[in-house]
Nanobody, 121 residues
Framework: QVQLVESGGGLVQAGGSLRLSCAASGRTFSNYAMGWFRQAPGKEREFVAGISYNGINTYYTDSVKGRFTISRNNAKNTVYLQMNSLKPDDTAVYYC??????????????WGQGTRVTVSS
């Protein structure tokens, strides 16, 4: 089993930036692709970004391309999501999870508690 702990969320004005972190423990982190997901109020959870086990390949959903950057530090068992030019539509609870590859949105583990991002207009 793996434990996932997300952090870094908060309240930010539109146009601002946040950097989310996800610390993983319990499995060999560097063996897995990782992804960020988000769930807005009243909506289904959405796959936002993915990164391969070695950090070479990445994927972004269209709505965040050019604004969000996913990265990872395997030495720290941590994956990051740098979010710039935030919009009110980015408001959601953000989660991370293990993936088969950077583009496969099927999560491999149970969910953590998530970190809430609120973007005010």
């Amino acid at each position: 089993q793996v434990q996932l702990v997300e952090s870094g969320g908060g309240l930010v004005q539109a146009g601002g930036s946040l950097r989310l972190s996800c610390a993983a423990s319990g499995r060999t982190f560097s063996n897995y692709a990782m992804g960020w997901f988000r769930q807005a109020p009243g909506k289904e959870r959405e796959f936002v970004a993915g990164i391969s086990y070695n950090g070479i390949n990445t994927y972004y959903t269209d709505s965040v391309k050019g604004r969000f950057t996913i990265s990872r530090n395997n030495a720290k068992n941590t994956v990051y999501l740098q979010m710039n030019s935030l919009k009110p539509d980015d408001t959601a609870v953000y989660y991370c999870n293990l993936l088969n590859n950077a583009r496969d949105p099927r999560p491999l583990s149970s969910w953590g508690q998530g970190t809430r991002v609120t973007v005010s207009s």
